[in-house]
Structures are given as structure tokens and as C-alpha cells.
T-cell receptor, first 116, second 113 residues
Framework: NAGVTQTPKFRVLKTGQSMTLLCAQDMNHEYMYWYRQDPGMGLRLIHYSVGEGTTAKGEVPDGYNVSRLKKQNFLLGLESAAPSQTSVYFC???????????????FGQGTRLTVV | DQQVKQNSPSLSVQEGRISILNCDYTNSMFDYFLWYKKYPAEGPTFLISISSIKDKNEDGRFTVFLNKSAKHLSLHIVPSQPGDSAVYFCAATTYNQGGKLIFGQGTELSVKP
């Protein structure tokens, strides 16, 4: 019973490098999300998806791209990493919109990314 | 502009006493609210939620109160236990944008034995 799995768990990048964070869920959830957590800022939504093949911008989308080619996977890409993208990234998924019973969002354990 | 605010970064409570965590929001369109709990090195986990048509929701030791006119919600934990020590985030969304959870900054609760 894996739930939401994020890969990798830790990464150090040099400024300008690119990378992709992978999120996989095995709960057949329609909705998937990427958040970043910074000290004093809580969790901020980067991008989200309401189904396979769909993506939408969240609160802080600049500098990131996403893709949802398969229902179970949601990829977050950084094309040219910047020190401001140093953060802890969380992926989450939910069965449907988080507005009712049994539609809570389940989170992965996070990816700690440092850009130097 | 922070739409959901938790103005207390930390709270310390004695075991057995009540813990009250507060959250304010500015967007009057929010109509569904949630609390998440987060331990270090783990992802947040869902704790309790409330719809704007209610003013109270209870689940065991946890109760969430919603005051729509004040745009304020609070989480009460009674009695508090050391295992409740964690960071608590409140979050808000709208029914027509249920995919977009907006989180507060979090409050770190420490329950001392």
C-alpha cells in the first residue's frame, strides 16, 4: 500500500541545471497536485491536474512545468534551476475535488531540493 | 497576498489541557476548510474538515469551529497529548475549485508531558 511516492527524496542542483521530480500514486485518484513548502510560507500550490492529460496553474507556477501523461503519474520539471527554487516539494493526490467526505488529499513524503 | 493566515508560528501546551489553533482567511469565496497535521520528514496528513454550511465539526478529540462573519476558524484539541506535537496547517478552498487548496503558514504545537 504505497499511496503517494515521490522520487527523488533529496537532490542538490547547480544553478541552471534541469531536473524532473516524479510523483506516482496507486489509489486511482483523478486529482494530483504539486506544492512547495518554505519556512514561514506554508504550502503553496505550484500546479495541479484534475485528470489525465490536464494541468492547471496554482499560486506559484513560474519556473516550473508539469505533465500528466498517465493518470498515476504527475511530473514536475525545472528547466533552469534557481536558488529561489530551493524548497521542500510535496506531491498530493485526491479522488476528486477536496470538498467532501472521502476526498481528502494524500501527500507524499516530500523532496528536499537545494539549488546552489 | 496571503489568503489564509495562521498568525501564531508556535504554541506550547501542557498534556491534558486544551490546545487551540487559530486560522484567519480573507477570501469570502472559500466555502470548505481543512486542517492537516505534519510531522518532521513526513508529508501532511488530513485531520478534520468543515463546510461553510456548518459552524462546528467534531471528530474525537478534535473539533473545528468556523465563524464565517469573522472569517475565522479554530481547531480545538482536548485533551492534548504529547503525540499531538506537530505542525498544523489550515487550508481553504471553494467548491467550484476543489482542486486548489490554499494553505496557511502553519502552527507548530508542542505538548509537554
Amino acid at each position: 500500500n504505497a499511496g503517494v511516492t515521490q522520487t527523488p527524496k533529496f537532490r542538490v542542483l547547480k544553478t541552471g541545471q534541469s531536473m524532473t521530480l516524479l510523483c506516482a500514486q496507486d489509489m486511482n485518484h483523478e486529482y494530483m497536485y504539486w506544492y512547495r513548502q518554505d519556512p514561514g510560507m506554508g504550502l503553496r500550490l505550484i500546479h495541479y491536474s484534475v485528470g489525465e492529460g490536464t494541468t492547471a496553474k496554482g499560486e506559484v507556477p513560474d519556473g516550473y512545468n508539469v505533465s500528466r501523461l498517465k493518470k498515476q503519474n504527475f511530473l514536475l520539471g525545472l528547466e533552469s534551476a534557481a536558488p529561489s527554487q530551493t524548497s521542500v516539494y510535496f506531491c498530493a493526490s485526491s479522488y476528486s475535488a477536496v470538498t467532501g467526505g472521502n476526498t481528502e488529499a494524500f501527500f507524499g513524503q516530500g523532496t528536499r531540493l537545494t539549488v546552489v | 497576498d496571503q489568503q489564509v493566515k495562521q498568525n501564531s508560528p508556535s504554541l506550547s501546551v501542557q498534556e491534558g489541557r486544551i490546545s487551540i489553533l487559530n486560522c484567519d482567511y480573507t477570501n469570502s469565496m472559500f466555502d470548505y476548510f481543512l486542517w492537516y497535521k505534519k510531522y518532521p520528514a513526513e508529508g501532511p496528513t488530513f485531520l478534520i474538515s468543515i463546510s461553510s454550511i456548518k459552524d462546528k465539526n467534531e471528530d474525537g478529540r478534535f473539533t473545528v469551529f468556523l465563524n464565517k462573519s469573522a472569517k475565522h476558524l479554530s481547531l480545538h484539541i482536548v485533551p492534548s497529548q504529547p503525540g499531538d506535537s506537530a505542525v498544523y496547517f489550515c487550508a481553504a478552498t471553494t467548491y467550484n475549485q476543489g482542486g486548489k487548496l490554499i494553505f496557511g503558514q502553519g502552527t507548530e504545537l508542542s505538548v509537554k508531558p
